[in-house]
Nanobody, 130 residues
Framework: QVHLVESGGGSVQPGGSLTLSCKYS????????MGWFRQAPGKEREGVVV????????RYADSVKGRFTISQDNAKNSLSLQMNGLEPEDTAMYYC???????????????????????WGQGTQVTVSS
C-alpha cells in the first residue's frame, strides 16, 4: 500500500507561481511512475505530468509545457511540482498519483492516462484568479 499526501495549494493571481509537494510512504515499487493530475470543476481528471524514475523520462501535458516542472527526491520520499506562469485555466484540484504503467506506454502520451495509477492522494486546491 502507498500513502500520498499533497500540500502547497492556494490562491494566486495570473502569472504567479506555486510549488506543490507530495510526500509518499509505504511500499513504493522502484518501477512506479509518479505524477500529478488535476480536475477542474465540471471536467474530467487529466494528467499534468508524470515521471518514470527508472529512465528519468518525463511526460508533460501540452497545456503546461514550459511552465510546470516536476522533480522527485527519493531520499526524502517527495515529489514536487513547480508551477510558473499560472493561468486561470490551471484552476483545479491537483492530485499526486503512483502506479505501474506498462512498458509500452512509458514513452508515449499514454503515460498520462489515469487508469495506470492505483494510488492517489486526497488532493490540494489551486485557484488562479485576479
Amino acid at each position: 500500500q502507498v500513502h500520498l499526501v499533497e500540500s502547497g495549494g492556494g490562491s494566486v493571481q495570473p502569472g504567479g507561481s506555486l510549488t506543490l509537494s507530495c510526500k509518499y510512504s509505504g511500499y513504493v515499487n522502484n518501477n512506479y511512475c509518479m505524477g500529478w493530475f488535476r480536475q477542474a470543476p465540471g471536467k474530467e481528471r487529466e494528467g499534468v505530468v508524470v515521471i518514470d524514475p527508472g529512465s528519468g523520462f518525463t511526460r508533460y501535458a501540452d497545456s503546461v509545457k514550459g511552465r510546470f516542472t516536476i522533480s522527485q527526491d527519493n531520499a526524502k520520499n517527495s515529489l514536487s511540482l513547480q508551477m510558473n506562469g499560472l493561468e486561470p485555466e490551471d484552476t483545479a484540484m491537483y492530485y499526486c498519483a503512483a502506479g505501474d504503467p506498462p512498458t509500452w506506454a512509458r514513452r508515449l502520451a499514454h503515460l498520462l492516462l489515469e487508469k495506470w495509477y492505483d494510488y492517489w492522494g486526497q488532493g490540494t486546491q489551486v485557484t488562479v484568479s485576479s
